[in-house]
């Protein structure tokens, strides 16, 4: 797709709607950042065509749909777009900045169904006793390591959890997901365990005289960072002779797959992991399916 210069009329209207998404939405930095960088793209991509957000017809858009699915895109990549688009002008009919939507009867792409590759429990397991405990940055990254796989945490609710957000006595999390929505997490006592290990005997000595809210702090007194976590895990991993990739959403499609194996009924996946929608959660029982399918042809004598 060209690109041009968004005009400035367009990041005016764009920076309108993020914020009332942001008032009424009370949505994440990087889900606002990413509803930025679509219409920016689209702002773009219409200036192309000599025209502008609020000039944009149904032809218009379903031209820049067209071509950023030819340039390659992920399928994933364009119904994102997509739904950018159609927040923004359902938000500019709204405000009278139009009179028709002309997104409304824009189709989504159909997205290939993708199944994760799952790390098997024994890899679970080799990755979550690789950090050296005997150093008190290492009995952080396996408490960290350990509640990520014991509670489906994205890195970002990891990343972000406070002091105040811990019930050790009942062995739960409270978790401030998407949109700041809540809820609450069994952590099991193993990953309790670890948690409690680490504010007692490494927490202290991280921080020293320094005071912080965060749970996961690093050397510095600062809260643990994507970024750094990412790269401490990698680490681990090949520690733990994991060859394949391995990122922090591993665990969580980890912790996903290895309840459903073990019986978990999927409402209480998706209670615990924090999908709105029932059907996103559902991709981890074909996950689950084709392991006990692989199992019974392996161990079944009639199989």
């Keep these: 797709m060209t690109m041009a210069s968004p005009p400035s009329e367009d990041r005016q209207r764009i920076d309108a709607f993020l914020d009332a998404l942001w008032l009424e939405k009370n949505l994440g930095e990087n889900t606002l950042a990413a509803y930025r960088q679509d219409l920016l793209q689209l702002s773009s991509a219409l200036a192309e065509q000599d025209a502008h957000l609020l000039s944009a017809d149904a032809g218009m858009l379903m031209r820049i749909l067209g071509q950023k699915l030819q340039s390659g895109a992920a ?18 009919l709204r405000e009278g900045w139009v009179t028709h939507n002309p997104s409304q009867n824009l189709q989504s792409p159909r997205l290939a169904r993708y199944l994760p590759h799952v790390l098997s429990e024994t890899q679970i397991e080799a990755l979550l006793a690789a950090p050296d405990q005997t150093r008190p940055l290492g009995l952080r990254d396996a408490a960290m390591l ?9 890195v970002s609710e990891l990343v972000n959890l406070e002091m105040r957000q811990l019930d050790l006595s009942a062995d739960l999390v409270m978790v401030f997901g998407k949109g700041r929505k809540e809820r609450l997490v069994p952590m099991g006592e193993m990953a309790a365990e670890r948690i409690a290990a680490y504010l007692q005997n490494a927490r202290p000595r991280i921080l020293g005289a320094r005071i912080s809210a965060a749970v996961f702090v690093t050397a510095r007194g600062a809260a643990m960072t994507r970024q750094r976590f990412w790269q401490n895990m990698e680490a681990y991993a090949k520690v733990a002779d994991i060859e394949q990739a391995v990122s922090p959403h591993s ?28 059907g996103t959660t559902e991709i981890y029982t074909h996950v689950a399916q084709a392991r006990l399918k692989a199992l019974h042809e392996k161990h079944h004598p009639r199989a």
């Design 146 to 154: 350990e509640l990520m796989y014991a509670c489906g945490l994205r």
């Design 251 to 278: 665990l969580r499609h980890a912790f996903a797959t290895h309840l459903l194996n073990h019986g978990a009924d999927l409402r209480s996946v998706q209670l615990m992991l924090g999908h709105a929608n029932l």
């Design 75 to 92: 399928m994933r990549s364009v119904a994102r777009l997509l739904s950018s688009i159609r927040r923004f002008y359902g938000y500019a």
